[in-house]
């Protein structure tokens, strides 16, 4: 069982106990945006036709994708020691796999985009690195992994035979990159910026919150900053840099080989290509506010990127159905399974504000010697 010594730290004071969080405003809103997602996606779908697509469906074929969509977890795990390091040493695989897994498992089944907690909060528990720092590494990745998958749809579509006229939920295709391309390398010189002038924007930052706020509070967001910094350091080092990007290449890659064959084992008439321009689609439609597990933008995704190469709404929820639901399963058992292994547990997860309010919560390094 993994050693996770800061358990500690975890007990709230008497009288001091942080409330646990329900589904909430934004839960709610993401359960209704899925709704009216799925809504939409179904509306028009026959039925009886889906149910023949997946009668058809070649298993080996689904197996070797959601065997294809599984392997990438582990893989994002072998990016994520490259992103995050400890005094410049990388850590142990065996605790950043288990957050990983906890992290997506949580996004599977917890409402707000849990995982997007779970993930660094399970690290800060199981490594030494901070929680500030971990999510700082995980707010990187995202945007690294934008600028990958656009690149990745740019030419998927290309080769497809898509021009940059080609309406995708009424938006031209071209402008849709072009879009996405500005405001994702927008989004990596910021941080860019942020970690080069990391010691100036704290010094910024430190004068102008003296100016509105208490010491105590100036400290807190100060110190929540230079964590998050600590998480871009990647940045500052060309070679470490240079393998997260050639990791995300594989990951997507990988993942993308899962996307096609699914469309393989459900027999649908697009180019291969169109496999990884479903990959962009589904990954940049998954950002918006949904329920736990995507359900909703995910199948809308679908529906409008096949309806582009002029395939039917009910063959594409048929794929949607086969891919998401069979996909979702492993990660999500693995993801409860890393959690009991880490001796962690849901309810753990909603103590994480007071954790992050603190940046660095208290707790000394742990040993990592078994996972």
Not at 50 to 60: E, F, I, K, T, Y
Not at 101 to 112: D, R, T
Not at 149 to 155: F, I
Not at 192 to 218: H, K
């Amino acid at each position: 069982m993994v050693s996770n010594d800061r358990n500690s730290a975890l007990t709230d004071p008497p009288g001091n106990q942080v409330p646990r969080i329900g589904i909430g405003w934004p839960g709610a809103i993401g359960v209704a945006i899925s709704v009216i997602l799925l809504w939409w996606t179904l509306r028009d779908v026959d039925f009886a036709e889906l149910l023949g697509h997946l009668s058809r469906v070649n298993p080996l074929l689904m197996l070797g994708a959601v065997v294809a969509a599984t392997i990438a977890f582990p893989l994002r795990t072998v990016r994520w020691r490259y992103l995050l390091q400890l005094e410049g040493k990388t850590l142990p695989f065996g605790p950043l796999w288990h957050a990983t897994a906890i992290g997506f498992m949580a996004s599977n089944l917890l409402p707000a985009r849990a995982g997007e907690i779970a993930r660094p909060y399970a690290a800060y528990r199981l490594t030494p690195v901070r929680f500030t720092t971990a999510a700082g590494t995980i707010a990187l990745e995202r945007v690294i992994d934008s600028v990958v998958l656009l690149a990745m749809l740019a030419g998927a579509a290309t080769l497809g035979g898509f021009s940059v006229d080609t309406q995708i939920a009424g938006v031209a295709f071209g402008d849709l990159i072009v879009i996405g391309a500005v405001v994702s390398l927008a989004a990596l010189l910021a941080c860019l910026l942020a970690v080069l002038r990391a010691e100036r924007t704290l010094s910024l930052a430190r004068r102008a919150l003296n100016l509105v706020l208490p010491r105590r509070w100036t400290d807190t967001v100060v110190n929540l900053l230079d964590g998050l910094f600590e998480g871009l350091s990647v940045l500052r080092e060309p070679k470490r840099f240079a393998a997260v990007l050639v990791w995300s290449l594989i990951v997507w890659g990988v993942n993308g080989f899962s996307f096609l064959l699914a469309l393989w084992a459900l027999q649908i008439n697009v180019p291969d290509s169109a496999a990884y321009v479903l990959q962009g689609v589904i990954a940049l439609s998954v950002a918006i506010p949904s329920s736990p597990g995507f359900f909703g933008p995910f199948e809308a995704a679908t529906r409008v990127t096949f309806s582009a190469y002029g395939i039917s709404a009910t063959e594409a929820a048929a794929y949607a159905a086969a891919y998401h639901l069979t996909t979702f399963v492993p990660i999500t058992a693995l993801g409860l399974w890393s959690l009991s292994r880490a001796d962690l547990r849901l309810g753990d997860i909603r103590r994480v504000r007071r954790n992050a309010a603190e940046g660095t919560p208290a707790g000394e390094p742990i040993d990592h010697g078994s996972t």
